[in-house]
């Protein structure tokens, strides 16, 4: 079978990619590991960013988010004792929606149906060959056990942390960054109305919690744990109580409702490149992973896949590779941004070293709310570097 782009992976970059490259008519092929059901389950983070919203609206996306989304103005900080608002809208000129990576990934899978276009689930054995030649190829085995070769113009990795892609690019030339933190966050999902109307990130001496949410009949909530944590130790009754304890501030009760979700997440940061090699073009986790406290998981992938669609259109329309060529570099200086952001958010909110270290993190919080240019490089950062749109032109 030839195709113009084979996109292996169908998460939010593969579906995304897929999305915007129809737009602009060429054809792509999907492949993925799961089912669509299992990929359409997964649930993820919940922050996307006004540029990434802009960017769903202007690609036909934006119905859903704009009748179920939640438009907040900004966060809430608190250590014992304190919680202070940040006005994202007020220091940066940006909000950010609430709206869960699961919904998005719905939107996106409704799309590709309409599109009717190739989508492979549950293929095994995926391999992507001759990524430095023109003729690229993806092999695998399809759900039906046939052997089926792709042969593409193009070939984009959107496999995620765990995908095959990134193994093409020859090891003598890939250059890979990882750090992983010594804690994790223990997630649930509860049927309970928020008890704040904006996302509370939390500082505790027990450890770092956040209060976010999905609706406003439903909470997402999670607890720094240990790495390693064994997540049948905890009940219900102890996740609430920790929660209670690490938002406890005089004059405001949180509210607790049925956990229907629950559990344990890793915290890493990952950087690989290059992240293109020849006709391979690497988006989202398969290139990156970030730790969640500054909620840019998502939002990057969909910042790397506005830039790769725009690449690959002006590679295969107009046999332009200005875009492609610099795809790469222009990539990674929203990768790195977004990593250092993540990586301060995480070690400034989670509990680990000793004394010193905490009292170094509540002196930086301090100065968040007391300065108004430390507020406002946080906000800038939250909310988000604007997508320019000009990508989907
Ligand atoms: N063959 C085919 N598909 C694969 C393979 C493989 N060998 N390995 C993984 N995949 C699929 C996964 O099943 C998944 O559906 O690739 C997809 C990768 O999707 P994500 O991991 O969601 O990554 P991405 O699309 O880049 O989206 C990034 O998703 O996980 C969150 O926190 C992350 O918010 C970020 C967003
Ligand atoms: C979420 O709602 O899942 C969420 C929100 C903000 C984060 C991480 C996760 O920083």
Redesign the pocket.
């Known amino acids: 079978m030839r195709c113009r782009v084979a996109i ?7 579906l995304l990619l897929a999305h915007l490259l129809d737009a602009a008519g060429i054809e792509s092929v999907l ?4 089912s669509a059901e299992h ?1 359409a389950s ?1 649930i ?2 919940g922050i996307l960013e006004s540029g990434t919203v802009d960017l769903l609206r202007r690609a036909g996306l934006g119905d859903r988010l704009d009748e179920e989304g939640m438009e907040h103005r900004g966060i809430y900080l608190q250590w014992p004792g304190e919680r202070h608002h940040l006005d994202f809208v007020n220091l940066a000129g940006r909000s950010v929606w609430v709206y869960g ?1 699961t919904e998005v990934t719905k939107d996106l899978m409704a799309a590709r149906r309409r599109a009717e276009q190739a989508a492979y689930y549950n ?1 095994s054995d ?1 391999e992507v060959h001759d990524a430095d030649t023109e003729r690229p190829s993806v092999t ?1 085995i399809d759900e039906a056990g046939d052997a089926q070769r792709i042969k593409a113009e193009i070939v984009a990795g ?7 892609s990134k193994q093409a690019v020859p090891q003598a030339v890939r250059h890979t960054w990882e750090r992983n933190y010594p804690f994790a966050w223990l997630g649930i999902l509860a049927d309970v109305a928020p008890s704040s109307n904006e996302l509370i990130y939390a500082w505790h001496p027990d450890g770092f919690a956040l209060h976010s949410m999905r609706s406003h009949s439903v909470g997402r909530f999670y607890l720094q744990v240990a790495p390693d944590e064994d997540i049948a130790e905890w009940s219900d009754d102890r996740i609430w109580h920790n929660l209670a304890t690490r938002f406890a501030l005089d004059g405001w009760k949180l509210d607790t409702g049925t956990i229907t979700e629950k559990s344990v997440l890793p915290m890493r940061s990952f950087v690989t490149t290059p992240m293109r090699r020849g006709r391979l073009f690497l ?4 290139a990156h992973i970030v730790p ?1 406290t500054g909620a840019k ?2 939002n990057l ?1 969909v910042a790397d896949v506005a830039l790769l669609s725009r690449a690959i259109a002006d590679l295969l329309l107009r046999k332009d590779s200005r875009a492609a060529d610099a795809y790469c570099e222009t990539a990674l200086n929203r990768v790195w941004r977004c990593t250092h952001f993540s990586w301060w958010m995480t070690t400034m909110l989670h509990r680990h070293g000793d004394d010193f270290d905490a009292e170094l993190q509540l002196s930086q919080l301090r100065r968040i709310v007391d300065s108004p240019s430390a507020a406002t490089e946080l906000a800038q950062n939250y909310a988000g570097l604007p997508i320019p749109l000009s990508t989907l032109d």
Do not use: K
């Open positions: 292996v992976g169908a998460g939010p970059a593969g492949i993925e590991r799961q990929v997964r993820r983070a990576q293929a995926v695998f959107c496999d995620g942390y765990h995908g095959p988006a989202g986790d398969a969640p998981g998502l992938a």
